[in-house]
């Protein structure tokens, strides 16, 4: 028997085996003495000789299933200690049944209107109460029931949304890491341009010009976690013009050129074979393919200007260009962060958005502690160099 079903099975056990509590509240002797000799075979029994102390066993570590309450009580009357007890998140479940003198239509429908599950009139017929309040404890009993199994079941969902989360962020990591076997670039250009991404993504989040496109933590959480793939393209790019230390020839610059391309499609055959639409792929697919892009234009594959490139591959475009200005290579020293900076905000209208520029500008110093916590060691350096 599967696990879930066993779970299941003993708790409906537990829940219908235990033996229900019944709260009577009433001001006379007499009555309490008598629902409690009705009660008594069937049912644990409470009782409370006025609103007050009604409600503080209510609201106990043990509170009542369901609660028998008289009307005309002095000081307090049933009327408030209804509307107490629904008014009070720990008591508002517990039904309530109105047991009074009180035969008027209009007295019943008031204190239905305030929350009670059932209206019963004095003298009472014993047969009828049992009757009515088995049939309430049956339908709390029911209530908690689906009430508990909908809390395991949006416990089971929160642990597999995790689980599928961790291992999206394992296979993107993997493909990244693929690419990463072809270049001299190092793991931690993964972390700091993710890093650069969410920061430059949440500050323009506040500018109307990005509103839209940044309007949730979900859509930014999407962005950091694409980002690693913007370069996954490489894979394709032979080793002659990928690590090649010095500049390219044009027809070399051509090929190179390949693997915004070459990135796109390798995601589009994962979607397909997936055969389902996931958020995180095509934001993924829209980065590999145009981060590559300028705001003027000038940029590839399509030569696409302005608004038309994607805002994802817009902010990739900043974080990866940085990132490669103050990252050391074997081939090549690190920029000074202030250097770096310049040519970003030199870039401004050609090369980048803007806007992205000055939000840019604006976290630099944020970005440089980034790259400092996170600075590429020797060690990274060779490993790099001898892929």
Known sequence: MPEETQELESFINKLFAKQSTVLVVDDTPDNLSLMSGLLKDLYKVKVANN????????????????????????GMDG????????????????????????????DEAHGLDLGAVDYITKPISPPIVLARVRNHLELKNARDFLKDRNRHLEAEVQKRTREVAAVQDVTIHAMASLAETRDNETGNHIRRTQLY??????????????????????????????APLHDIGKVGIPDRILLKPGRFEPDEFEIMKQHTTL???????????LDLELPFLACAREI???????????????????????????????ADVY????????????????????????????????DMVDAFLEIADECKAIADRYLDSDADLEKAAFK
């Open 288 to 318: 590999a393919y145009s981060h590559q892009e300028k705001w003027d234009g000038s940029g590839y594959p399509e030569g696409l200007s302005g608004d038309d490139i994607p805002v994802s591959a817009r902010i990739m475009a900043v």
């Open 79 to 106: 009327y408030e200690v209804c509307s107490r007890l629904k008014a009070n998140p720990e008591t508002v479940d517990i039904p309530i049944i109105f047991l009074t003198a009180k035969a008027e239509v209009a």
């Open 263 to 273: 990135g796109r499609d390798a995601i589009i055959a994962a979607e397909s074979s």
């Open 323 to 354: 990132d490669a200005l103050i990252s050391r290579r074997i081939y090549k020293p690190a920029m000074p962060h202030e250097k770096a900076v310049s040519i970003i905000a030199e870039g401004k209208g050609n090369h980048f958005d803007p």
């Open 197 to 226: 991404v969410k920061l430059l993504a949440e500050k323009l989040r506040n500018n109307p010009r990005f509103r839209a496109e940044l309007d949730s933590d979900k859509v930014i959480d999407l962005l950091v976690k694409s």
């Open 51 to 74: 609103g007050e102390k009604a409600l503080s066993i209510a609201a106990s570590d043990n509170p009542p299933d369901l609660i028998l309450l008289d009307i005309m009580m002095p």
